[in-house]
C-alpha cells in the first residue's frame, strides 16, 4: 500500500489532524496517509513572510522518511 505524507507547514496542530482525516477519508483504504506538523514554523501561513519560514522545517520533515509521495500546503507568495 502507498504511503503519503501531508505536511502542515504552519504549527497548528489541530489543522494538521484535519488535513489527514480529510484525505483519509477521500483517498479510503487505497493508500496510507501520514500527517506531520512543522512545529519550527509559524502558526499560520498568511504570507510571503511566512512561506519563507515555514521552509526549513517543512525540508526537514520531507528529508526524515521515505514516503511514496509527499504534499505540503505551503505556497509561497509573491507580490508583483
Same mark, same amino acid.
Not at 59 to 67: A, C, G, R
Given at each position: 500500500? /502507498? =504511503?503519503l505524507l501531508i505536511v502542515n507547514p504552519n504549527s497548528t496542530v489541530a489543522m494538521t489532524e484535519r488535513m489527514?482525516? *480529510?484525505a483519509q477519508s477521500v483517498i479510503g483504504d487505497q493508500a496510507e &496517509? !501520514? *500527517?506531520r506538523t512543522n512545529l519550527t514554523? /509559524?502558526?499560520a501561513v $498568511?504570507?510571503? =513572510?511566512d512561506g519563507v519560514l515555514a521552509g526549513p522545517g517543512i525540508l526537514? &520533515? @520531507?528529508t526524515e $522518511?521515505?514516503?511514496d509521495a509527499a504534499r505540503s500546503s505551503a505556497a509561497l507568495? *509573491? !507580490? @508583483?
Amino acid at each position: 500500500m /502507498p =504511503r503519503l505524507l501531508i505536511v502542515n507547514p504552519n504549527s497548528t496542530v489541530a489543522m494538521t489532524e484535519r488535513m489527514g482525516h *480529510t484525505a483519509q477519508s477521500v483517498i479510503g483504504d487505497q493508500a496510507e &496517509i !501520514q *500527517t506531520r506538523t512543522n512545529l519550527t514554523g /509559524p502558526a499560520a501561513v $498568511e504570507g510571503c =513572510r511566512d512561506g519563507v519560514l515555514a521552509g526549513p522545517g517543512i525540508l526537514k &520533515i @520531507l528529508t526524515e $522518511e521515505s514516503y511514496d509521495a509527499a504534499r505540503s500546503s505551503a505556497a509561497l507568495m *509573491t !507580490q @508583483l
